[in-house]
């Protein structure tokens, strides 16, 4: 009992100046350390998630090169596959006219109203028809803008009133079936006679289309 007693009692070794200093300084350096380390690790976590980004973009980048160059390579091939085909429309035949230059006469890319009209005019100077008047209907502006035909061709309507015999105006039909621009007979009205010249109101329909659109896209990356 005794030797448990003295234990208990035992005086506690005072603290000098030197010891509260010494844990101070141990105390302290403990406290910058773990600040230290909690900064390396922050800094360290942060550069990471940079670099990670940086990486991934990149990866973005060199996928989007590859995706690019295998295009303009398969581009290029279809170039040197289609250049025969090219080289054979655009060569004149022995007219002095390339079946190039007859497509677009026949399916030009605009309307081409005045081209039109040339052209109906100079069928009637061949036929010996007076072309009075030259004129879009009112359906025709919406086909023109909406309207589609097979192959995704525009329609433009238009009415034409002619003078001339029966025969002349005859011969002015058939040639607007051979024109080298696509005209289509739609309806006819006849007026006059007994004398004098026939005057007849004809419906049409002629057809353009617009270039193709081969202009650059963007694609998502796959």
Known sequence: MSEVKNKNNAMEVPKTQISLSQDNSARNYIIVMVFVITVIIAVSGYLIFIFSRQYVHQSDVNKASDQLITSLQQKQKNIQDLKPNYDAITANNSKGVSDSTLILQALPTTPDYE?????????????????????????????????????????????LSVEGSYGAIVDFLKQTESSSRVINFNSMSLSGGSGSPLTASLTMTTYYKTPANIGSKTEPLK
């Open 115 to 159: 081209g039109l009209i040339a052209i109906l005019e100079k069928m009637g100077q061949n036929t010996g028809v007076k072309v009075s008047s030259i004129s879009q209907t009112a359906s025709a502006s919406s086909a023109s803008s909406t309207g589609t035909a097979k192959g995704g061709s525009k329609e433009m309507q238009f009415t």
